[in-house]
C-alpha cells in the first residue's frame, strides 16, 4: 500500500519513531529497550546495548520511506562531463523493530556520470525494489541480496537500500557501522580514516587559491578534475607551487588511448595516482596503457563489481581501484571487492559522489577497515554545500582524518530541520504481509 504524505510531517514522524601484483605504489534488546528506541528523538539514537551473534534476530522490513533530497552547493563542481550544480539524490528509511536504517543514493539529474539519474533511482526503487523487499525478513545484510538481485544493474539504486540495511542491523546489534563491516577482521576498524579534497576543473590560478584554502581547512591529499587541453599545465602549476603535497588527477574517462603521451609528460610530477583516464566500461585499454606510463593508474568507473575487479586485476589494468559503495551496488559488494584487492596486494580507497552527511558518515565506516589504505573522497558536506541533514563532520586538521563514528549504525544524528528543507518528494510505503525470498539465479 502507497500512502503520499507531507513530507515534514512524515519527517517529523520519521524521527520520533526512532533511529533509527606488483602495484607501483609501495539484547539485550528487551522491550525496555524497544521503547527507548521508539522514542529516541533522532538517527542514531539506536540506545542499544551490544548483543552477542547467538542473540542477534530477525528484522522484517515493515515499513520504507523513500525521499529526494536537494541539497544547494556553495558553487558549482566541474567535472570533464560536465558541471554539477545542485546535490540531487534519494534517501530510503527501513523500518522494522522501532529502528529505522538509513541509506542515500547520491545519483545526478542527468546521466552525464553514469546511465543511472535521480528519476530511474525513484522509479527502481518505488516500483522494483520496495514491493519486492516490504515484509522481508532479514537478519544480515547478505539476507537483502536476493530481492536486489532481481534488478540488473541500477547499482547506485541498490546501494542505498544495502547502506539501509548495513544501518539497520548495526543498530539492532548496538555496534557502529565501522565495528559491523569490520567484524571478519581481527585488527577491526581503524579509529581514524585519512580523507582528501577533490577540487573541480577551473582556472589554474581558481585551482592553486583553492588547494591553499583546502589545506588551511586540514585538508592534505588534493585531487584535481582534469579535461583535455589544460591538463598538463594545471598539474605542472599545481606542483610548482606545492612540491610535496600528494596529489592526484582525476580524468573521469575523458581521454582514449592515443592521449598516451600526455600521461608519460605527467610521469615526471610525482603524483600519487592517476584515476580513470580511459572509458567508463573498459577494462582492457587501461591494461594497454598501464605499461606505458609510471604514474600509478587507478581504476573507477569501470569497476561495477568483484568480477570487474577480478577481471582488471587478471589483466594489470590498474595499480589502485577507488571503491565507490553506491557504484558497485552497496556496502556488501564493496567490501568484497575490498578483500579481493587485499587479497591481490592493491591498494585501495573510498571515493565519493558528493553525498550529504549521511552518506559521507556510512563511507567513513567502509573506509575504516583495513585495507583502505590511502585517503578517500570524504569531504565534508559543509564545504560543497549549503544545507546539512546530518551534524557537522569534523576533520582533525592536525592529520587530515575523519574520527570514526563509534555510536550503533551510521553513528551521526540527522539534523530535523535540515532534513526538511532538503526534501523535494516523499513517499511512504506499508506493508503487513510477509514475503518469500525471491529465487534468482546468479
Ligand atoms: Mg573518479
Redesign the pocket.
Known amino acids: 500500500m502507497r500512502v503520499v504524505v507531507n513530507p515534514l510531517t512524515r519527517i517529523c514522524s520519521t524521527l520520533c519513531r526512532g533511529a533509527g601484483g606488483a602495484p607501483k605504489v609501495g539484547s539485550l534488546i528487551g522491550h525496555a529497550d524497544r521503547k527507548l528506541n521508539e522514542y529516541a528523538p533522532a538517527l542514531g539514537r539506536a540506545g542499544a546495548l551490544p548483543r552477542a551473534a547467538t542473540e542477534r534476530e530477525t528484522m522484517r522490513i515493515e515499513r520504507i520511506d523513500l525521499y529526494q533530497y536537494r541539497l544547494p552547493m556553495v558553487r558549482p563542481f566541474v567535472i570533464s562531463s560536465g558541471p554539477m550544480t545542485q546535490g540531487h539524490g534519494l534517501f530510503v528509511a527501513l523500518h522494522s523493530e522501532g529502528l529505522v536504517g538509513w541509506g542515500e543514493c547520491p545519483t545526478t539529474p542527468s546521466p552525464m556520470y553514469c546511465p543511472e539519474t535521480t528519476g530511474t533511482a525513484w522509479h527502481i526503487a518505488s516500483e522494483y525494489l520496495i514491493p519486492s523487499m516490504l515484509g522481508a525478513d532479514i537478519e544480515e545484510t547478505q539476507d537483502l541480496e536476493p530481492y536486489l538481485g532481481r534488478v540488473r544493474g541500477h547499482h547506485f539504486c541498490k546501494g542505498m537500500f544495502d547502506m539501509a540495511a548495513w544501518d539497520l542491523v548495526s543498530k539492532r546489534d548496538g555496534l557502529s557501522m565501522a565495528r559491523k563491516l569490520a567484524q571478519p577482521y581481527p585488527e577491526g576498524a581503524k579509529e581514524r580514516v585519512a580523507c582528501g579534497w577533490a577540487i573541480g576543473i577551473q582556472g589554474i590560478a581558481e585551482t592553486i587559491a583553492a588547494i591553499g584554502a583546502a589545506r588551511e581547512r586540514g585538508f592534505q591529499r588534493m585531487k584535481l578534475k582534469i579535461r583535455p587541453g589544460h591538463e598538463l599545465a594545471l598539474a605542472r602549476a599545481a606542483r610548482l607551487a606545492f612540491p610535496d603535497i600528494p596529489l592526484m588527477l582525476?580524468a573521469?574517462s575523458a581521454y582514449g588511448l592515443e592521449d598516451a603521451p600526455i600521461f608519460q609528460a605527467m610521469d615526471e610530477l610525482r603524483l600519487l595516482m592517476i584515476?580513470?583516464p580511459l572509458d567508463c566500461d573498459d577494462i582492457y585499454d587501461h591494461s594497454r596503457l598501464h605499461p606505458l606510463i609510471k604514474t600509478p593508474l587507478c581504476l573507477?568507473?569501470s569497476i561495477h563489481s568483484v568480477g570487474d575487479t577480478r577481471l582488471a586485476l587478471a589483466l594489470k589494468a590498474c595499480d589502485i581501484i577507488?571503491i565507490k559503495p553506491g557504484r558497485v551496488g552497496g556496502w556488501t559488494e564493496a567490501r568484497r571487492i575490498h578483500d579481493l584487492c587485499r587479497a591481490n596486494g592493491i591498494p585501495v580507497w573510498i571515493?565519493g559522489m558528493l553525498e550529504s552527511g549521511l552518506g559521507i558518515a556510512a563511507k567513513v565506516a567502509i573506509a575504516s577497515l583495513p585495507g583502505v589504505t590511502l585517503p578517500g573522497d570524504l569531504e565534508v558536506s559543509y564545504m560543497h554545500y549549503t544545507l546539512e541533514v546530518t551534524e557537522p563532520i569534523a576533520i582533525n586538521p592536525e592529520d587530515s582524518t575523519i574520527t570514526v563514528p563509534t555510536k550503533p549504525g551510521i553513528g551521526v544524528e540527522i539534523d530535523p530541520a535540515g532534513l526538511a528543507a532538503a526534501i523535494a518528494r516523499h513517499e511512504s510505503f506499508v506493508s503487513t504481509k510477509q514475503v518469500a525470498v525471491p529465487e534468482i539465479s546468479r
Do not use: A
Request: overall charge negative; hydrophobic content about 0%; cysteine-free.
Open positions: 582525476d573521469n584515476e580513470q573507477d568507473e577507488n571515493g
